[in-house]
């Protein structure tokens, strides 16, 4: 069984209107267990609605989308929240700035659950976030009463990754997670988050403007195009790809050249 099936997804924003915008054009997208797929594509190319629409933020106009076995294309968003773990582009989207950190981790462990009219972190708790903290070699299990406004934006996105792995989600879902950092800081994130998707074998879709990181990470790759997947490459091919053969590629198959500032000079 596929960890995740998108089947003949269609989404238009403003239909009949002058602002209409076919945003999913006939979308087929299937994963199987422990992918970590790398998303790219220009401008408008429909990469994030994908995303929005697999997290239900979007309800779809046509289509089916199943996640591990259950048909959730119906289900609103708060409903599919326990399948998925998701890290947004901006740092601050995923955590809560003034809370301490021992406490959003807490909150991100008992999504879901029922909750009580006391608040408390249990010491069994503290003792599994300090280590889940440990692997990310930032020093923030010595920090765990700081609040998390005072982190920097690396360290905040590596822990609101943490947080979207901790119950182990259906899938993953990484939305240019490191567009917002510095070089460095990005490069340590993308090395966390594959070391969290592989040690907890998740299955997992990253988008990216960074050709080079979806060569680099991932055990597959696939390019959208107007709304719909034009490219996927996995395996040997996906080791031997470079970016120049995988701009030929793009040219071949969609008949134009991609006019995108941002993926031609990362």
Known sequence: MNKLDITGVHKTFNPGTINEKKALNDLNLHLQDGDFVQIIGGNGAGKS????????????????????GEDVTRLPEYKRANLLGRVFQDPMMGTAANMNIEENLSLALHRGQKRGLRWAVTNEDRDFFSTQLKMLDLGLENRMTSKVGLLSGGQRQALTLLMATLRRPKILLLDEHTAALDPK??????ELSEKIIAENHLT????????????RHGNRLIMMHNGHIILDISGEEKKKLTVESLLEQFTKVSGSELANDRMLLS
């Open 204 to 215: 997992a879709m990253m988008v990216t403007h960074n050709m080079r990181d979806a060569i």
């Open 185 to 190: 800081t990005a490069a340590k994130v993308l």
């Open 49 to 68: 609605t994908m995303l929005n629409c697999l997290a239900g933020m979007f309800p779809v106009d046509a289509g089916t989308i199943v996640i591990d």
